[in-house]
């Protein structure tokens, strides 16, 4: 009987067990995630056709006074109204995969030009649970990993880019290194701008068009690779390449190493007009954009824990604004100025990258960390979802001020629910992502790029960049700071004239100054929201 009875204990206790394994179960993953979506879009915006729980792990980086569980799940989305989820001035795609987490290649049926009532969107998605007094409640939805940057693109043949790098390697390990940290670093840069100039090249033997994206890892990069994969589709080849970020972009088309190039328009402004880091380049008046892609919004981080409530607070703290010559740690110094805060006199600044300055931020050594960048920032994104971190907003009159002054500068908001902890609306400022290229690309090269860009939209998402979705014709000339290509904008004519009509301009746009196009016809009056 003894016997019987353990056998008896030892099943309900695997039973329990098993049970303890599966929650949360599908209905509490079900109300969360409806609750979420509700808060964000409205109430009713989306139904939930299916949610599928798909099992669940120990959450590895869960603090070691909590137990966690990272739950996965498939859900599939109805929408019950209209909805503009490639907006930029409301929620859209970025808040959409925060609040369900997914990654952008994990969700699919986001349109560019407007999801219709009844339009279904599937994904496969994650959530963190907590459990607290016996129950299960959701932390947030998962984040994820930026995938590493591929060091060249496909095509160029595998043999003569080892050859190359095993080249570099004999170079960069025969130099006598010394004690000196700066002298490696400068070794180390060297090297990488040696690397991307050899891309170039290679790139234009091959007939494909060098493509100056940012670092590896990040969100531009991410795009790069993106609508290369995209455009070859449309027979355009682009060859992504790794650089140090705008800035170097920029150079990299000056010097003829890069066809096409990614940078905000503060910064394509900058160095048309040879100011700030190209200050001493001199003015750069062949510098054309093929049209603007999406919104990249200053962000400014601090500790969840921290007592800065706004930009004010930030008097003589430490804070992040990038690396010494880049265009985004200039247009900082100015948010920062209009808020009473001068440069090295009422604020130190420290010189990191964004990924390395929120590591920083973590570890108490700095107090603020501050970046221009798409929406949701996937490096961000991660750190959010443990909730130590939290963004600080603009003074609305500050941004008023901002945006009347600066032709690059934008009136934005980073939408509730774009981060895991961020419910409320972020007042800030922005600019636009640019494609950019140079006088020299010609009247059929500007067309078929802008075809290859304008007609992806719908399916940059899919294809690994979030920001992507923010994509279209429609948007494709706000806050345009340089002329924009001739063969650019009668393509863009083309495009418009037969698009579809579903999306729309932001609500508060206000016009701007106008921009010459290549062959000095003004272009339509450049919105700005």
Known sequence: MSHIFKKMLVVIMCVMLTACERQPDSEKLRLSLEKRLDNTFGTGSFNI??????????????????????????????????????????????????????????????????????????????????????????VAPAGYKAEDGLFLENGIQKPATERLLSTLNTIATSIPYTSSKTAQKVVQQELERSVTRINGRLARLQDGYPFAAGPAKGEYLVFAYSLADIAKKQHVKMIPLITSGSTENIDLLRSGNATIALAPADIALMAYNGKGPFEGHGPFTELRTLGSLYPELAHIVVRNDSLIKNLRDLKGKKISLGPIGSGGRTTFEQILAAHGLRAHKDYKIIDTQFTTALQQLNNNEIDAAAQIIGIPASPLRSEMTQSKLRLIPLDPVVVKKLTES????????????????????????????????????????????????????????????????????????????????????????????????????????????????????????????
């Open 49 to 138: 056709i299916s949610l599928k729980r798909l099992g669940s792990a120990i959450d590895s980086t869960s603090p070691s006074n909590e137990e966690r569980r990272v739950v996965y799940y498939d859900v599939l989305l109805e929408a019950t109204k209209n909805i503009e989820l490639g907006s930029w001035d409301h929620p859209g795609a970025a808040a959409l995969v925060t609040l369900i987490g997914a990654g952008p290649r994990s969700i699919v049926g986001v349109k560019s030009h407007g999801n219709d009532a009844g339009d279904r969107i599937t994904a496969h998605a994650s959530a963190i649970y907590r459990k607290n007094n016996g129950l299960w409640e959701c």
């Open 406 to 529: 600066n032709p690059a500068l934008l009136s934005l908001s980073i939408a509730g629910g774009t981060y895991s902890n961020q419910q409320k609306r972020i007042t800030t400022v922005g600019t636009a992502a640019l494609m950019l290229a140079t006088s020299e690309l010609t009247m059929d090269e500007a067309d078929n790029m802008v075809k290859a860009i304008y007609h992806a939209g719908q399916y940059l998402l899919a294809a690994g960049s979030t920001q992507g979705a923010q994509v279209s014709v429609t948007t494709s000339k706000i806050c345009l700071t340089v002329p924009m290509h001739q063969g650019a904008a009668e393509a863009l004519r083309k495009i418009a004239h037969t698009a579809l009509p579903r999306a729309v301009l932001p609500k508060n746009i206000i016009q701007k100054k106008p921009v010459l196009e290549d062959n000095g016809i003004e272009t339509t009056l450049t919105p700005a929201l």
